[in-house]
């Protein structure tokens, strides 16, 4: 029997046609086995170039073994949930000539492609490519005082292997409201064009920030609603966020091929939306904080003496939401900051505004103020500030502490979604 089953098994594996194995297996298959796999021919070799089609169908139907959130720290690239199963070969980006991580700011990801701003002397925007080890600096704008540090990217390999476009967003303000155009710049011309569209809000002040891309489009959180911008037809417009009882913060982030708002209100109830058609958000999870089931404890989620504070005020005033996957958002819970306020007696139920990285969380912006990444930047010498990883299972309503932290830099704070690809990095034309 066992004879007659071993034989049965090799039949149907020698019956797969090259096809199969072809346009439905390896471009499945994690990067790590991947660069293995290519030296076992000269045929596969070819077949996983990156300048080929299968880098587009890598691209349709990513590794799930592959496939996280990634962010930047003061050491290396790192990678949530889990830092081995994405297979970076160099997390430190050694071969993109920096002399340290904090001399870089991650920017945007789009399809396996990420986009970096380098300081440190360079001061010029680089397209890289983590997987393959592939980095193109871009031409500065014109003039250079148009770099704002909010560019997003847009790479479609579904559309074209051969372009990408970065779209840096630029507003004006006046006593009627904000007025935001657009500097685009694409590989296949090599040049920044300044869009015809313009797109013009009444009453408002509120800068775009956060840039976040999905199915060819990128979108700008501007408090109470996003700004977007289609670099292939050149059109834009905005979409209003979900509106929530009180103040509350919220992130706009892609997973896939959709885009979710996440959300503490300031009940401490944690919500999900997702965006339906371009225009209409639709409510998939929401939790109360007197509903969520911890691991164990309060306590053993967010450190001695906190179940005197309670979930609710841990996340209404500490927690910042980072990343959904479809089933789970990751929190970070700023524990620090919390016990430095509860030893000096400041403890409340107010908002609490934390470093100026992370003021576009806030649900108001002061008349005579802008968030400004540059001034941000500026400090490059505060202290990285190092934050407890949460998880919470928004079907069961189960948080979990991960044991992980997440570092807290003045210039990188942000998740993105992330994806391993063969794809190479096209070229810039001149």
């Known amino acids: 029997m066992a004879l007659h ?25 994690p990067c790590k086995l991947l660069s293995r796999f290519k030296v076992t021919s ?50 430190s980006l050694h071969f993109m000539v920096v002399k340290s991580l904090q001399d870089v700011k991650l920017l945007a990801s789009a399809n396996g492609l990420l986009l970096f701003y380098l300081f440190g002397g360079v001061n010029s925007l680089c397209i890289c490519n983590p997987a393959t080890m592939e980095k193109k600096i871009l031409l500065k704008e014109e003039p250079e005082e148009n770099i704002t540090k909010e560019m997003g990217l ?60 999905c199915l060819g489009l990128v979108y700008w959180s501007c408090v109470d609603y996003l700004l977007w911008f289609d670099p292939e037809k050149d059109r834009a417009g905005t979409i209003l966020l979900p509106y929530y009882y009180g103040s509350a913060r919220q992130l ?16 401490g109830d944690i919500e999900v939306w997702r965006l339906i058609g371009g225009t209409k958000w639709n409510r998939l999870y929401k939790l109360g904080s ?35 996957d479809g089933k ?27 470093d100026e990285d992370v003021l576009y969380f806030m649900d108001r912006v002061d008349d005579d103020y802008f968030y400004s990444d540059s001034e941000s930047d500026a400090n490059d010498d505060c202290e990285d500030n190092l934050e407890e990883l949460l998880c919470c299972d928004m079907l069961i309503g189960k948080l979990i502490n991960t044991g992980m932290s997440v ?24």
Request: charged share 20%; hydrophobic share 35%; proline share 6%.
């Open 42 to 91: 000269k045929a596969y070799h070819a077949l996983i170039a990156p300048k080929t089609y299968f880098a587009t169908l890598q691209s349709l139907s990513p590794s799930p073994s592959s496939t996280g959130f990634i962010c930047v720290n003061s050491r290396n690239l790192s990678f949530l949930p889990h830092q081995d199963d994405i297979g970076i070969p160099d997390p």
């Open 328 to 354: 789970s958002m990751y929190l970070s819970v700023n524990m620090k900051e919390w016990h430095r306020l509860r030893k000096n007696r400041l403890v409340s139920n107010k908002r609490i505004s934390f």
């Open 154 to 213: 847009v790479f479609n390999p579904h559309v074209s292997l051969d372009k990408y476009t970065v779209v840096g967003p630029l507003f004006e303000t006046s006593s009627a409201g904000i007025e935001y155009t657009f500097n685009v710049y694409s590989s296949q011309t090599g040049k920044w064009v300044c869009s015809k569209q313009k797109v013009f809000m009444s009453c408002s002040r509120n800068a775009p920030s956060n840039p976040v891309y």
């Open 5 to 29: 089953k071993r034989t049965l098994y090799q039949d149907q594996t020698t019956n797969l046609s090259d096809d199969v194995i072809c346009h439905h297996i390896l471009p499945r298959l």
């Open 290 to 324: 007197d509903t969520l089931i911890h691991e164990i404890s309060c306590a053993h989620c967010f450190g001695p003496l906190s179940d005197e504070i309670g979930t609710r005020s841990i996340l209404t005033d500490f927690a910042t939401p980072l990343a959904f």
């Open 252 to 267: 706009v982030e892609a997973f896939k091929d959709e885009l979710a708002c996440m959300c503490i209100t300031s009940r």
């Open 407 to 430: 570092i807290r830099t003045n210039r990188n704070f942000r998740v993105f979604y992330y994806h391993n690809s063969m794809v190479s990095v096209p070229p810039i034309s001149k």
